[in-house]
């Protein structure tokens, strides 16, 4: 089982950069392939980007392809997102997710999630 916080989010000017960061509880944290989601009020949470558990590997939306990035430290039991030349439609609530064995983008594949952080992008 892991334990996930996220931290990081806050308000933004359009342009602007944030880092995300998400903790992990527990010792076995490399095992897990993680994702970020969003949801922005009266819509559904959408993928954002996944890395797998070596961090090897790793997939970003369209929507955020060369504005947002996706890295972890297994040393530090945390996954980052990057986030560059932030939009006002990047508003949301921003989760973190945790599987073992699967690094896709559909919510349903993911067992653990964090309380989610507040990112907002003014105009």
């Known amino acids: 089982q892991v334990h996930l916080v996220e931290s990081g989010g806050g308000l933004v000017q359009a342009g602007g950069s944030l880092r995300l960061s998400c903790a992990a509880s527990?010792?076995?944290?490399?095992?897990?392939?993680m994702g970020w989601f969003r949801q922005a009020p009266g819509k559904e949470r959408e993928f954002v980007a996944t890395?797998?558990?070596?961090?090897?590997?790793?997939y970003n939306a369209d929507s955020v392809k060369g504005r947002f990035t996706i890295s972890r430290d297994n040393a530090k039991n945390t996954v980052y997102l990057q986030m560059n030349s932030l939009k006002p439609e990047d508003t949301g609530v921003y989760y973190c997710?945790?599987?073992?064995?699967?690094?896709?983008?559909?919510?349903?594949?993911?067992?653990?999630w964090g309380q989610g952080t507040q990112v907002t992008v003014s105009s």
């Open positions: 997710a945790a599987a073992i064995g699967y690094s896709g983008t559909s919510i349903n594949g993911y067992e653990y």
């Open positions: 890395i797998i558990w070596s961090g090897g590997v790793s």
């Open positions: 527990g010792r076995t944290f490399n095992r897990y392939d």
